[in-house]
Every structure is written in structure tokens, then in C-alpha cells.
């Protein structure tokens, strides 16, 4: 069956430390996507791709960086981790058509990144 | 921008019962598409409804309905003879129409925490 993996689940690092969470999808899904969920603020978007060598910031991007050199995966990199990066992160898929208006995400289980 | 708004951060309801949750959005397209997504405590999203801005009729998936009032700008979620397994935290979301291809990310509300009282 197709599925959207994210890994690690869980993660604890320290300040100052790169960070890279996995995002891997076996839906042939063009469109991939990063949110972060925190409490009082629901599911922001980070960046998103709608296809391969594709990238785009959105609202919360500051710290994050991505790339997508295929069209399964989509790592986000957070280049120097702060506290304020705790969170748990969300990656989500889907697919583009013409008239691709209802189709939904598709989301992974999660990643909780603590930084200490 | 579009913004998506739930004013009701808990909520609760007695098994049977029926409960509704409310989202309002602003925006200044004509044509879009709703979501109501359930996060339960496994914390996996799944979609539980989703809403067409073109269709009058309010979309409906068994216990689950909405009330859509577009000039309103209003997107209600009504669980009907709510169940346990209805607990969960429940987010809605707004997305540009096909007349904005390319445009294809999803904006969410703070979302409602919902406890069925048994």
C-alpha cells in the first residue's frame, strides 16, 4: 500500500545543532508539504514543493530549508536548532491534476523534535 | 491572505448528543474548497469532510455534516449521536480553487479540542 513516512518520531537535540527530518511518499504525489503544529497556533506551513528541483517558503520559514531532488522525498533541515523550534512537525502529500481543487492531503504520523 | 478561524478552543459534548463546531475564513476568492480535518490522540490527521465553495448543498458523511454560508463566510461541523471515538482535536482548513492552479496548500485554524462525555 502507497504511505507517507516521516522519520525520526521522535528527537531531542541541543541548540546550535542541524537537524534533518525525513519525509518519504510511495503516492506519486507531486505536491509534497512541511507544517509544524503547535499548541494556540494549529498547523502552520513551513515550505512546500510542487515537484522535483520545486521549493517554496510559507508563512513560518525562517530557520528551515528543504529540497527536493526526487519526487518521493522532501527532508526539512533546520540549519541551526533554537527552543523555539520545538514543535512537532507534520509532512503531508498530494496529488496535482487539473482539476486537483478537492483532493486532500495525505499526511505522515508526525516527528516531536525537542531542542534543549 | 486567507484566514481561518476557530473561535472555540474546547469543547464538550454527552455520548448521543449531537455538537456542533464553528470555523469562520476570510477571503476574497469565489472559488475554493473547505476541510474538516480530526487529529485523535494517535495525532494522525484524517479528513473528515470536505466542502466545495461552487456547491450550495452542505456536504454530509453519515454522522458528519457541515453548514456552509458562504456570504457568511461561515463552515460549521456537526456531529451527530457523537461517540467516543469522536474525542479528538478537529482543525479547519481553507484551499484556493482550480481557477487558482498551482495554488494548492492548505491554511488551518487553531483548532477545537472536543471531549465526548460518556
Known amino acids: 500500500d502507497a504511505e507517507i513516512t516521516q522519520s525520526p518520531r521522535h528527537k531531542i537535540t541541543e541548540t546550535g545543532r542541524q537537524v534533518t527530518l525525513a519525509c518519504h511518499q510511495t503516492?506519486?504525489?507531486?505536491?509534497m508539504f512541511w507544517y509544524r503544529q503547535d499548541l494556540g497556533h494549529g498547523l502552520r506551513l513551513i515550505h512546500y514543493?510542487?515537484?522535483?528541483?520545486?521549493?517554496n517558503k510559507g508563512e513560518v520559514s525562517d530557520g528551515y530549508s528543504v529540497s527536493r531532488s526526487n519526487t518521493e522525498d522532501l527532508p526539512l533541515t533546520l540549519e541551526s536548532a533554537a527552543s523555539s523550534q520545538t514543535s512537532v512537525y507534520f509532512c503531508?502529500?498530494?496529488?496535482?491534476?487539473?482539476?486537483?481543487?478537492?483532493?486532500?492531503?495525505?499526511f505522515g504520523a508526525g516527528s516531536r523534535l525537542t531542542v534543549l | 491572505a486567507q484566514t481561518v478561524t476557530q473561535s472555540q478552543p474546547e469543547m464538550s459534548v454527552q455520548e448521543a448528543e449531537t455538537v456542533t463546531l464553528s470555523c469562520t475564513y476570510d477571503?476574497?476568492?469565489?472559488?475554493?474548497?473547505l476541510f474538516w480535518y480530526k487529529q485523535p490522540p494517535s495525532r494522525q490527521m484524517i479528513l473528515v469532510i470536505r466542502?466545495?465553495?461552487?456547491?450550495?448543498q452542505n456536504a454530509t458523511e453519515n454522522r458528519f455534516s457541515v453548514n456552509f454560508q458562504k456570504a457568511a463566510k461561515s463552515f460549521s461541523l456537526k456531529i451527530s449521536d457523537s461517540q467516543l471515538g469522536d474525542a479528538a482535536m478537529y482543525f479547519c482548513?481553507?484551499?484556493?480553487?482550480?481557477?487558482?492552479?498551482?495554488?494548492?496548500?492548505?491554511?488551518f485554524g487553531t483548532g477545537t479540542r472536543l471531549t465526548i462525555i460518556p
Open positions: 503531508a502529500s498530494s496529488l496535482r491534476t487539473e482539476n486537483s481543487g478537492a483532493n486532500v492531503l495525505t
Open positions: 503516492w506519486n504525489h507531486n505536491n
Open positions: 514543493s510542487y515537484g522535483v528541483h520545486d521549493t
Open positions: 477571503t476574497s476568492e469565489s472559488d475554493y474548497y
Open positions: 466542502q466545495e465553495a461552487y456547491k450550495q
Open positions: 482548513a481553507y484551499r484556493s480553487g482550480p481557477s487558482n492552479f498551482g495554488n494548492e496548500k492548505l491554511t
